[in-house]
């Protein structure tokens, strides 16, 4: 099992739907949990963090359940724009701090 | 504010042929980081600084792969020999502390023929 999963996709919605992804982790001693965002052939930009009581930006919301191991990041009145692919970050400190990408998810919006 | 500034963006060489990349990361940010990403797949780490020192590099092929962050600003990413396999993206990213999140350059696109 790899230590970050994401559902690769492709989501296909259209513009102004609600799309939610998740990421499942295997370390549960793992301590903070990103979302990145990542444009065809740019760099990943850092979207947000999680934080145990959720997290909220605009349409953007993220959370975490540390009891089922998961992040989700919730997209509402989808945009163009939001296409991209998707990555949640995980970091721990267990044998060394390790910071884990996993390998995203792609969402595209249409019109 | 700039943000991280890697160099070159794009780079084509030759197998066996050494190579260098080059990254000035956000000013006051202690930690950087060296990714690999593959088509794909999302960025895996090769090596992490606090300050001057290598932390974290057990992911970094040491048997061709080398870093360096003198007085723990810029750093250097070299590969020699550089094999077909290392064809990639190569991205530095910092962070103000480790476990904060990260920013990313524009990274170095590698094409190993």
């Known amino acids: 099992r790899k230590e970050v999963e994401q559902d690769p996709g492709p989501f296909n919605v259209p513009e102004g739907a609600t799309v939610a992804f998740n990421c499942t982790y295997s370390?549960?001693?793992?301590?903070?949990f990103f979302w990145y965002r990542q444009d065809c052939r740019k760099e990943p930009k850092l979207l947000m963090s999680?934080?145990?009581s959720g997290n909220e930006d605009g349409r953007f919301t993220a959370q975490l359940n540390r009891a089922s191991q998961y992040i989700s990041l919730l997209i509402r009145d989808s945009k163009l724009s939001d296409s991209a692919t998707y990555l949640c970050?995980?970091?721990?400190?267990?044998?060394?701090?390790?910071?884990?990408f996993g390998a995203g998810t792609r969402l595209f919006v249409k019109a | 504010e700039a943000g991280v500034v890697q160099s070159p963006r794009y780079k084509i060489i030759e197998k066996k042929q050494p190579v260098a990349f080059w990254c000035n990361p956000i000013?006051?940010?202690?930690?950087l980081y060296w990714y690999r990403q593959n088509l794909g797949q999302g960025p895996e780490l090769l090596i992490r600084?606090?300050?001057?020192?290598?932390?974290?590099d057990s992911q970094l092929p040491k048997d061709r792969f080398s870093a360096e962050r003198l007085k723990g600003v810029d750093s250097t990413l070299k590969i020699q020999p550089a094999e077909l396999g290392d064809s990639a993206v190569y991205l530095c990213?910092?962070?103000?502390?480790?476990?904060?999140?990260?920013?990313f350059g524009q990274g170095t696109r590698l094409t190993v023929v």
């Open positions: 990213a910092s962070s103000l502390v480790t476990g904060s999140g990260a920013f």
């Open positions: 999680v934080y145990s």
């Open positions: 370390n549960s001693a793992s301590q903070s």
């Open positions: 000013s006051g940010h202690n930690t």
């Open positions: 600084y606090e300050n001057e020192e290598a932390v974290d």
């Open positions: 970050v995980v970091t721990g400190n267990t044998g060394g701090f390790k910071t884990i």
